[in-house]
């Protein structure tokens, strides 16, 4: 939490009012009977920085952050008595700067304990949001109009930076903390940009991030939007889900296909000649024992399945 | 000349133009004069300290805000806050009561009886009641709309109560509102500073000038109890009263510990002294002046009654010849107390009914204060004084019975606390001395209550429910759609003790997606509300036109019921096991994996495939059209023999592939069958 309200700290002091930011926090630590400081709190072990303040505003706290909220936030998709400073209220020419931070895993982000944002779904809402933007140039349309950074790789931790003994619990991790180190040097007025990179850093993703966001918010003046859910990790535009073709309704969970065909290439790796089913490897010329009938494509085995279960439920 | 002419004219633009202030400056004055006092927008803000025996003190501040109605002044208000005036035009609201509460009450220490307690200990939580000037159809309506909206104004989830399984419709306990009247509570909610800030941008002066300043976050959150709350009525402008329009009363209570190395004392000799303290102490902060557009700005230091008759006593007992008695005009220095500053008034309860002392409050302007003088009260004791505060003539309490996770029971007791031993003989109603009490308690959907259970037991006999209650009025509750409400109306008899009720009921299963991410906290019934409404929580002052200026000693003295609220109560449900539908997916799918890995496994297996090759190539010199063909007889007869060399046991592993073939398909076949 203290992760997502640095950053809320950070962009209000550099100018970006309430009215034009979403803050959504799950927990409610600062008032929590166990704090031993009542509301503060804190990013740093030395507890000269009270984050929580005087002025602060969430918007979504509670139980009232989950996926759900915040596809709807991100795509503007409310019901209609939601008033109008939980909305995201984005046009042409908006601005938005997403920060999450939490738990995931690769191609998820972890909401309250109890779900899962897949990294499709959340690519489809910025899509969404990106398209909604409107009328770009054609040489930005081939970037999305989007830029992303994780804490860390596909495969990677990220971690915390440092234990505060008095509180029990890490306050910050390393990604932010470098992010706000860079951002404690600027102002309102400052003129930092991408392209500046000045220092050799010691995480050059939060470089990249910090030079970014400072782009973001010094040169124009956008909505922001801030969450306290998943961890950051690299996902694609494109997330590679299956290359099925889809042809067929498969009455699955997408990932229990995903568990079948990792078993067929455990199956592979047994010698046993499962070529023909993935569709962009050979097939071999030579087919024995009559059963080219079935070796042929995937789809005729979709087919197969399909036949058993009707058979099944007959 | 033309230098003198040009000269002339230039002296006669000056004169205009002066002439122009003056008349501008004439108009503006006067028409500030007229907003001052005949506008109507007001806003006056106060705050109430108050010692408790339990060395605790309590800061109560008050800001009230008065808007004339609309139609005669126009949409422009310069005081009252805008958002609030828009809420109450948009839906309609006759009346709004909105708290936020974190930490318990505690009836025992702090009081119940006084009007204080009465109107600000409030149920943990969210607690929510409006009564709308719609028809009654539409009101549901506009409570969904006046949840979101207030959600978003308080930055808390007052969403949740849009759901009807949420609020409910009483009758019988708030004033008679002909169905109009909608309360909802969420006990969970969670209360922090992202709530007093929208609370105090409502306030003209912020928390920048005035009494707001005071509000040192970190203190007022390390509190034992704090409450903010809203009270908002508004009435048409067809009355002829005297305050019609909109009427906004912000109340921010606080039970504070004032800590002793604050103070700067190092050790008191006397532990039994009660610690001193000082605004700045507990807040950290000196009060800078007042807020300068509000109409008045006081500090009351209140000492009440049972604390006034234990220092009477003890001056009785010190035979000692003190100079400056506690009800001589001495206030600075008494024998058992001392005050920093002078008070401008003194006010003292008159006409108490229970014939004990009366309370004291000292009141202090902060009008002559200012940043450079700022105000600071402070109260040091000199010797032990213990006393207690008037509590309520029962103490409610509210507890679960039962073990499991199916059935349970609800009991609520109501205790005698030491003020109801002198029940006044003011009672007695058609010649029986009876004691009425009011319950109002909602139960979730979830927990369902069966009322023909309700058994009623006082001084601890089982009594007919007809002996007791006197009106009861339940609305069961409907799965998923509404919750259980029960309103009941009691007479006990004046020489009982004590009452007891319980109320039997089974617990509910909820729907996966119904459960919150927490569910293995359990889940909460709201606190129910006991009042007592032939007691009067009022003090009587003696008649001062101050006082009708001033908002708290108003609201002392007007006539309301002494209200008491019970605990939450914590029902464990049972929860499912929420991995479930992964463990489902994952063996479901290993399943399937394994049944198709196998059978293809079966299918597409070649054994001795180069053998076999080599052997197509030896035969193929004999003639690929006859090995063709023979291939595909072998084919059409189930390919028992594919080569006219193979060998007996060569068929034999064919017949046995065959079987199993056939087996893994009829197990795939059954599992669908029985499973699909």
New interface residues.
Partial sequence: MANTLSLYRTVKRLGIPDERIILMLVDDMACNARNKYPAQVFNNENHKLNLYGDNVEVDYHGYEVNAENFLRVLTGRHKAAVPRSKRLLSDEGSHILLYMTGHGGDEFLKFQDSEELQSHDLADAIQGVVDNGGHLSSCHTLFSGVLAIGSSMKGENSYSHHLDSDVGVSVVDRFTFYTLAFFEKLNMYDNASLSSQTSPDPAGASQKLGIFLAWVLLSHNPPLCFGSTAAIQQYRMEPKTLSWPGILPIPVYSTSVTVVLQSFHFLQSNSVNVNCILPNRSIPKKIGGGMEVLGFSPILLIFLFYISILIGSL | MAILLSRRSNLLAVVVLLLCQLFLYATVSSSGSVLKQGGGEEFSEELLLKPFPDRKVLAHFHFQSRAPHSSSHGRHHHLFPKAIAQLVKKFRVKEMELSFT?GRWRYEQWGGFDPLSSNNAKPPGVELWAVFDVPQSLVDVYW??LT??L???F???I??L?SSTTYSAPELTFKPSFGNLRYGTLPR??????NL??WLKLLPCR?KAGLSALMD??S???GFYHSQRLRLTSSESGSDEVDSGIGLDQTLTVVLQPSSWRTGKTYSVETNIQPSWSISSIFGRNIPGKCVIAKSSNVYLQLDNGLVGELKNLERENAKYVANTFESEGFQSNHAFKISVTPDKVFEEVDNLHGKSTSVIYGFSVEKYSDSQPFDLGLTWKIPVVWSCQQAPLHASRFLMGSGNERGAIAISLEPTESSEGLPTSHIIDGRCELRVDIFQVVPWYIKVYFHTLQVFVDKQPRAMADVVDKIRVSPSKDKVSPGVMEMILKLPCGSKSAAFSLEFDKGFLHIDEY???ANQGFDIPSALISFPSFNARMNFSEDEFLNNSPILSKFQETSPVLSYTEVLLIPLTTPD?SMPYNV??I???V???Y??SL??V????VD?EE??LRSRAGHKAGWISQLLSRLSA?LRG?PQEQPTSSLPHSFISFRLVLKILLV?SI??????YF?
Wanted: proline residues 7%.
């Fill in positions: 974190q969904r709309n979101h909206t959600s978003g104004l930055c808390a989830s969403n949740f849009e909610e969670a209360v922090c500073t992202e800030t929208p928390d976050r970190p007022i959150y390390r919150p991410p927490d929420f997916i994952t479901t799918c290993t399937f994996a394994l198709f890995g293809l496994n299918l597409r297996r070649r495939e076999r090759i084919k390919r398909a795939a076949v059954t599992w669908q069958y699909g």
